[in-house]
């Protein structure tokens, strides 16, 4: 019997294939620091090629690094663009696409895809970042921290080296908002400024003691020329306590008279202004509660010609993420978080109907490669970021790139899984589900339930590079996550229903969801369920721990609020506290005390891993120290994990060995080991 070549080849193929599915493995924290994050993605001008920025972790070196890569869409060849110690990010092409501008070393380069050495463009004392080319070509906008009371280059650079020299380092303080998120602001503002495409010439657009872009509550697009060149929109926030403002608001710097002019007059936050293709039109996103980060975003239609304002999205009860102009000039393309996803829809300038074009994905990054086909990047909790391509006409879907696919052909990742009850208040609320690697629905598992922060956030179908699922479930434990009330993606009355009530709702939606897990997956270990939380999730398992009757072994709580007068004297964003607990702490009527999990320590009883970074200044980390307090002198079993080089995050990739590593051995502990 004669066998051909090619069926002893495809037998071989089959076998192999075989034989490697069998070798996969759990995820390890050595493959998952392995993973290579897909960054930043910007289409070229000839729609043939797409910049992308790729980060890659070094465990041993404790760093993460980042480079360009551009993908070539007509025959899907890659090339390695930047290379070095230090990282390259955020790039631009130029209208021609013969360069690529990016931030390098605190300066903007830009380099010929041509190919040779790449050129500083800025050598601006303060740095620069952030590029924006004009239509032509001829001029760029950067961004830079500087001294608003210098004139020019020459006084900050004085100030700058005063201040490094000097050998007393403390500050004198006279408003808020001293300290942002994980730094200080040192008197020092963001400014906009402009300046030849060589670099030469610079002048600073938004001069004054004001931050532009924005120091919080911006978009990442809030500075942009307009199509003719002619002038430049910009956000910045005029109000007198900025800490206590969520108004940021859309001005024109006209490049030809220097003329400065409030576009936006709306009290709360406007943001994210981008002109239509023929510049008729600026369309930006809008909240309408003053103080309300969490507001629906609008999306907004300025009529340059006619100076009006037009709200396209009225009676849509989704907010706006991302926008970006179809190539007619006719509809815009946005996206949406939608039930753990999110969803593009586009409306039409004329008709205003709200249509969807393609929902039950994870994407962002939404661009238009021509006027039949958009590129975006797209993930799921089995799939970090990737490159895909979309055709709106026959609704095919194709993924360009595989950054990630050797390793992850090596592991078991299991799929994120749906489902939904009843929850606070009658109404629906839906959850999410992973189980251990290599399932087995014969056998009992013990839990984990993770709660998300925000409040107004959301647990999605992602690769989360923190709080990732597989990584929870890796080491033989079912996963599950509640979209409680204050969720983003299920209309603004959901979301709304979070603030005012930290500890109701929400942990009415925490409750029925475990007792609903526990009753519908006969897998689960009732006996053997801990939770996990970060930020608002972090306050939520302080809250848990206060109430004798939970269902959890043992908890962990990742920069978690614990007492809230003294975190609202510590935070630095006030509006926040000021919204959700109804005034400050002295107005009457405020619900500080109310929702604070230190009036519930008596009750602490459950044991407890704190992890807190010194460097967080949104949730100061005396909160951690009071918690731990609270529990060590009542004998409660509990750990510290303490970051002094860390702040709301852990990102040194040796740190976040530990943080698992510290987390995986709590769950062990109280889990698994009788």
């Given at each position: 019997?004669?066998?051909?070549l090619?069926?002893i080849?495809?037998?071989?193929?089959?076998?192999?294939?075989l034989?490697?599915?069998?070798?996969?493995?759990?995820?390890?924290?050595?493959?998952?620091?392995?993973?290579?994050?897909?960054?930043?993605?910007?289409?070229?001008?000839?729609?043939?090629?797409?910049?992308?920025?790729?980060?890659?972790?070094?465990?041993?070196?404790n760093k993460?690094?980042?480079?360009?890569?551009?993908?070539?869409?007509?025959?899907?060849?890659?090339?390695r663009?930047t290379e070095g110690d230090?990282?390259?990010?955020?790039?631009?092409?130029?209208?021609?696409?013969?360069?690529?501008?990016?931030?390098?070393?605190?300066?903007?380069?830009?380099k010929a895809?041509?190919?040779?050495?790449?050129v500083?463009v800025?050598?601006?004392?303060?740095?620069?970042?952030?590029?924006?080319?004009?239509?032509?070509?001829?001029?760029?906008?950067?961004?830079?921290?500087?001294?608003?009371?210098?004139p020019?280059?020459?006084?900050?650079k004085?100030?700058?080296d005063?201040?490094?020299?000097?050998k007393?380092?403390?500050?004198?303080?006279?408003?808020?908002?001293y300290?942002?998120?994980?730094?200080?602001?040192?008197g020092?503002?963001s400014?906009?400024?402009?300046?030849?495409?060589?670099?030469?010439?610079?002048?600073?657009?938004?001069?004054?003691?004001?931050?532009?872009?924005?120091?919080?509550l911006?978009?990442?697009?809030?500075?942009?020329?307009?199509?003719?060149?002619?002038?430049?929109c910009?956000?910045?926030?005029?109000?007198?306590?900025v800490?206590?403002?969520?108004?940021?608001?859309l001005?024109?710097?006209?490049?030809?008279?220097?003329?400065?002019?409030?576009?936006?007059?709306?009290?709360?936050?406007?943001?994210n202004?981008?002109?239509?293709?023929?510049?008729?039109?600026?369309?930006?996103?809008?909240?309408?509660?003053?103080?309300?980060?969490?507001?629906?975003?609008?999306?907004?239609?300025?009529?340059?010609?006619?100076?009006?304002?037009?709200?396209?999205?009225?009676?849509?009860?989704?907010?706006?993420?991302?926008?970006?102009?179809?190539?007619?000039?006719?509809e815009?393309?946005?996206?949406?978080?939608e039930?753990?996803?999110?969803?593009?829809?586009?409306?039409?300038?004329?008709?205003?109907?709200?249509?969807?074009?393609?929902?039950?994905?994870?994407?962002?990054?939404?661009?238009?490669?021509?006027k039949n086909?958009?590129?975006?990047?797209?993930?799921?909790?089995?799939?970090?970021?990737?490159?895909?391509?979309y055709?709106?006409?026959?609704?095919?879907?194709?993924?360009?790139?595989?950054?990630?696919?050797k390793?992850?052909?090596?592991?078991?990742?299991?799929?994120?899984?749906?489902?939904?009850?009843v929850?606070?208040?009658?109404?629906?609320?839906?959850?999410?589900?992973?189980?251990?690697?290599?399932?087995?629905?014969?056998?009992k598992?013990?839990?984990?339930?993770?709660?998300?922060?925000?409040?107004?956030?959301?647990?999605?179908?992602?690769?989360?590079?923190?709080?990732?699922?597989?990584?929870?479930?890796?080491?033989?434990?079912?996963?599950?996550?509640?979209?409680?009330?204050?969720?983003?993606?299920?209309?603004?009355?959901?979301?709304?229903?979070?603030?005012?009530?930290?500890?109701?709702?929400?942990?009415?939606?925490?409750?029925l969801?475990t007792?609903?897990?526990?009753?519908n997956?006969?897998?689960?270990?009732?006996?053997?369920?801990?939770?996990a939380?970060?930020?608002?999730?972090?306050?939520?398992?302080?809250?848990?721990?206060?109430?004798p009757?939970?269902?959890?072994?043992?908890?962990?709580s990742?920069?978690?609020v614990?007492?809230q007068?003294?975190?609202?004297?510590?935070t630095?964003?006030?509006?926040?506290?000021?919204?959700?607990?109804?005034?400050?702490?002295?107005?009457?009527?405020?619900?500080?005390?109310?929702?604070?999990?230190?009036?519930?320590?008596a009750?602490?009883?459950?044991?407890?891993?704190?992890?807190?970074?010194?460097?967080?200044?949104?949730?100061?980390?005396?909160?951690?120290?009071?918690?731990?307090?609270?529990?060590?002198?009542q004998?409660?079993?509990?750990?510290?994990?303490?970051?002094?080089?860390?702040?709301?995050?852990v990102?040194?990739?040796?740190?976040?060995?530990?943080?698992?590593k510290?987390v995986?051995?709590?769950?062990?502990?109280?889990?698994?080991?009788?």
């Amino acid at each position: 019997m004669r066998v051909s070549l090619n069926y002893i080849l495809l037998v071989l193929l089959i076998s192999s294939i075989l034989l490697f599915a069998g070798d996969k493995r759990a995820i390890k924290f050595e493959d998952f620091y392995a993973m290579q994050r897909l960054g930043d993605i910007v289409i070229s001008p000839n729609a043939n090629s797409i910049a992308y920025t790729v980060a890659v972790p070094d465990i041993e070196e404790n760093k993460i690094n980042t480079d360009i890569w551009i993908l070539n869409l007509n025959n899907l060849e890659i090339i390695r663009f930047t290379e070095g110690d230090k990282s390259s990010s955020a790039p631009v092409w130029s209208p021609d696409g013969k360069y690529i501008y990016y931030n390098f070393d605190g300066q903007i380069w830009k380099k010929a895809l041509a190919g040779g050495d790449a050129v500083q463009v800025t050598n601006f004392a303060p740095g620069a970042a952030g590029t924006v080319v004009s239509s032509d070509g001829l001029k760029i906008l950067f961004t830079a921290d500087v001294y608003p009371e210098c004139p020019d280059e020459a006084c900050n650079k004085m100030k700058m080296d005063e201040a490094e020299n000097s050998k007393v380092k403390a500050r004198i303080i006279d408003q808020l908002l001293y300290r942002h998120w994980n730094q200080w602001k040192e008197g020092r503002r963001s400014h906009v400024f402009w300046a030849d495409a060589n670099g030469g010439n610079v002048s600073d657009l938004t001069p004054g003691d004001y931050d532009s872009p924005p120091v919080s509550l911006g978009s990442s697009h809030d500075y942009t020329f307009s199509p003719d060149g002619k002038e430049v929109c910009f956000v910045r926030n005029t109000d007198e306590i900025v800490a206590a403002s969520t108004n940021n608001d859309l001005f024109i710097h006209n490049l030809t008279s220097g003329l400065i002019t409030r576009l936006t007059e709306n009290k709360a936050n406007d943001n994210n202004p981008n002109y239509s293709p023929d510049g008729k039109y600026i369309v930006f996103l809008s909240m309408s509660r003053p103080g309300f980060e969490a507001d629906k975003y609008r999306l907004m239609l300025y009529d340059r010609t006619r100076k009006t304002f037009d709200d396209l999205t009225q009676n849509f009860n989704l907010s706006i993420n991302a926008i970006v102009w179809h190539p007619n000039g006719k509809e815009i393309y946005f996206t949406v978080s939608e039930r753990g996803t999110a969803s593009i829809y586009k409306v039409g300038l004329k008709d205003k109907k709200i249509k969807p074009i393609l929902k039950g994905h994870n994407l962002s990054g939404l661009q238009f490669l021509n006027k039949n086909e958009i590129i975006f990047k797209k993930q799921t909790a089995s799939l970090p970021y990737e490159i895909f391509k979309y055709n709106l006409k026959d609704k095919s879907l194709k993924q360009l790139t595989q950054i990630n696919t050797k390793l992850l052909t090596q592991l078991e990742l299991p799929a994120l899984e749906s489902f939904e009850f009843v929850g606070a208040k009658g109404d629906k609320v839906q959850g999410f589900l992973i189980k251990p690697p290599f399932f087995d629905p014969n056998k009992k598992y013990p839990t984990v339930q993770l709660i998300h922060g925000g409040p107004q956030g959301s647990w999605d179908d992602d690769f989360h590079y923190r709080w990732n699922y597989q990584m929870f479930a890796a080491p033989g434990y079912v996963v599950y996550m509640i979209n409680f009330h204050g969720s983003t993606g299920y209309g603004q009355d959901f979301t709304d229903a979070v603030s005012k009530d930290w500890g109701g709702a929400p942990y009415d939606d925490i409750k029925l969801g475990t007792e609903y897990v526990i009753k519908n997956y006969p897998f689960i270990d009732a006996e053997n369920i801990g939770a996990a939380g970060a930020s608002y999730g972090g306050f939520m398992i302080n809250w848990i721990a206060g109430d004798p009757d939970h269902p959890y072994k043992c908890l962990v709580s990742h920069d978690g609020v614990y007492e809230q007068v003294s975190m609202y004297g510590a935070t630095e964003e006030l509006w926040f506290p000021e919204w959700e607990f109804n005034g400050t702490p002295w107005d009457e009527g405020s619900l500080y005390q109310k929702w604070s999990p230190a009036t519930r320590a008596a009750n602490f009883k459950t044991p407890i891993l704190i992890i807190h970074g010194e460097n967080d200044y949104r949730v100061p980390y005396t909160q951690g120290l009071q918690f731990f307090t609270a529990l060590q002198r009542q004998g409660v079993p509990s750990r510290l994990l303490f970051f002094p080089d860390e702040d709301h995050f852990v990102r040194k990739p040796q740190n976040a060995q530990l943080w698992w590593k510290t987390v995986h051995d709590w769950f062990e502990k109280y889990l698994k080991e009788q």
